[in-house]
């Protein structure tokens, strides 16, 4: 289907006479219709719809530009204006998400209430993902009850040299885009709206480019090995119930359909690792360089063979390879390279924005860090600076916002247990797990205010021309 070129500032003039509402309340309109037909996989520029039963950023495809940022909720914000905040977010979101600036309410002499900077852009398959850390979950907001038993803060791992001001957070925003402009946009235009609510704690960017040959299979990261190669198949429905989606058996009910999302900033020891020697490279990895393979094979895809490689390996102490529990402990990756010029000391500071989803982190992060934390070779050459854990409510709809489930007493969409998300090993003989039940259809969560509410403005202060004296 050809699908017309539309970038945002075509479209600013209808957003600003039309207004933040009339834009949400026009599901047939142009911009819908072009960004549903758009297929994500063939169109670079294409959308990706910011609802479902789980959030975007996910399983969705990773895009090449990340802006992740948590924020902290100022002091005195309540939880009447925490709820604010989600739906004034999700509203934007969702204008965002399709290539659509904030619209401006038409006032000459207020500040743009959208930046401007992605006016050229389309929707450069944008996702934006919210998470909630461990802090949200204590008195301010009535929410600690509700916090799930596996949002659990991350132990002190041997080795960890965390920078706070760089790690945890009270939010997590995780925007990813084939523009790093889109991206930053993204994450700057959530920052702008939180103003006297919430405020930025930290930011991350990341870099993730796709080998210009697809036929090269995995990326690379910057110490030259193709990453994410046994990754989990996020296009597997019963891998991602089994690992990835809390099932509404695990509880709290309010959280089924969501995931948990781990962060660490692991610094890479540039001047280390490029003085040695390849087999030594291969060794700490436990995989060839050129061609990803694991020892023993020679294409990227062969099967691992732990015992070919040393007990060290990064490879083999991450995933042992020792039956069910190595499968139940296997986490979706979605990291992204950083690069963020010089450390103190004058070395670069670069390295892996290590980003992974679970289902319980107890069972996957922590138990897979703690096992690497002692025993992988890689850790002579890197170092984990941040660290930060969030839960990630499940997806919502048009009418609702993310966080729903527990801030709005909207009942779970997630109700019936998945079979695919049982962890024990199969019985032999036993008849193969029945296909998932279908999410049962619950109605359509209650409609929020449906505006975007703009960024709080200054008003511009008009400088008068001092009168010419004619000297
Ligand atoms: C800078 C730090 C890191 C680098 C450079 C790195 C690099 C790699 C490479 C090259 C592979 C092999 C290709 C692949 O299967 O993706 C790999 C695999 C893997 N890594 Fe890392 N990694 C790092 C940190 C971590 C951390 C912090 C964890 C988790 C705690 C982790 C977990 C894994 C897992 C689970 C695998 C797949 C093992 C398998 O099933 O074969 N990695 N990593």
Not at 302 to 331: K, Q, W
Not at 336 to 351: E, I, N, Q, R, V
């Amino acid at each position: 289907m050809d699908i017309p070129h539309i970038t945002r500032r075509s479209l600013i003039a209808s957003a600003v006479t039309g207004g933040a509402a009339a834009l949400l309340a026009q599901p047939a309109g142009l911009i819908e219709k072009a960004a549903a037909a758009a297929d994500p996989a063939c169109d670079p520029h294409g959308a990706v719809s910011p609802f479902g039963i789980h959030q975007a950023g996910i399983a969705t495809p990773a895009p090449e530009h990340l802006q992740l940022a948590a924020f902290d909720l100022v002091a005195g914000t309540t939880r009447a204006q925490l709820i604010e905040l989600l739906q004034e977010w999700q509203n934007a979101i969702s204008l965002l998400t399709r290539g659509l600036p904030l619209p401006d309410a038409a006032l000459p002499d207020e500040a743009p209430a959208d930046t401007g900077e992605a006016l050229s852009q389309r929707a450069d398959h944008l996702t934006i993902t919210i998470g909630f850390g461990p802090s949200l979950f204590d008195d301010r907001f009535g929410l600690a009850s509700q916090r799930p038993a596996a949002l659990v803060d991350l132990p002190a791992f041997t080795g960890d040299a965390l920078v706070p001001t760089r790690s945890g957070g009270d939010l997590s925003v995780q925007c990813c885009s084939d523009t790093r402009l889109v991206a930053e946009h993204g994450l700057r235009t959530l920052a702008r709206m939180a103003a006297g609510r919430a405020v930025v704690r930290w930011v991350q960017a990341g870099f993730n480019e796709p080998p210009s040959n697809p036929a090269d299979g995995s990326g690379r990261n910057l110490f030259g090995f193709k990453d994410g190669t046994a990754n989990l198949d996020s296009s597997d429905a019963a891998r991602m119930a089994r690992n990835v989606w809390v099932d509404p058996a695990d509880g709290p009910a309010w959280l089924a359909g969501g995931t948990y999302q781990v962060y660490r900033r692991v610094v890479m020891i540039m001047k280390t690792w490029d003085e040695s020697v390849l087999s030594e490279q291969e060794d700490v990895m436990g995989r060839r360089r050129a061609t990803g393979a694991p020892f023993g094979g020679t294409r990227e895809t062969d099967p691992v063979r732990s015992e070919l490689m040393p007990l060290t390996a990064h490879v083999r102490v991450a995933n042992p390879r020792t039956g069910t529990d190595s499968e139940n402990e296997r986490i979706l990756r979605r990291g992204y390279s950083f690069h963020d010029g010089l450390a103190a000391d004058g070395s670069f500071d670069a390295g892996l924005a290590f980003i992974a989803y679970q289902r319980d982190p107890r069972r996957q992060f922590i138990t897979m860090q703690t096992r690497l934390a002692a025993n992988d070779a890689l850790n002579e050459y890197i170092t984990h600076t941040a660290s930060a854990i969030f839960v990630i409510p499940p997806g919502t709809t048009a009418t609702g916002y993310v966080g729903e489930t527990l801030l709005g007493a909207v009942p779970p969409r997630v109700t019936v247990p998945n079979p695919a998300a049982d962890l024990r090993p199969p019985t032999p003989g036993a008849p193969a797990p029945a296909p998932p039940a279908a999410a049962p259809t619950t109605p359509p969560a209650a409609p929020t205010k449906g505006r975007v509410v703009p960024p709080k403005r200054r008003k511009v202060i008009k400088r008068r021309r001092p009168k010419r004296t004619g000297a």
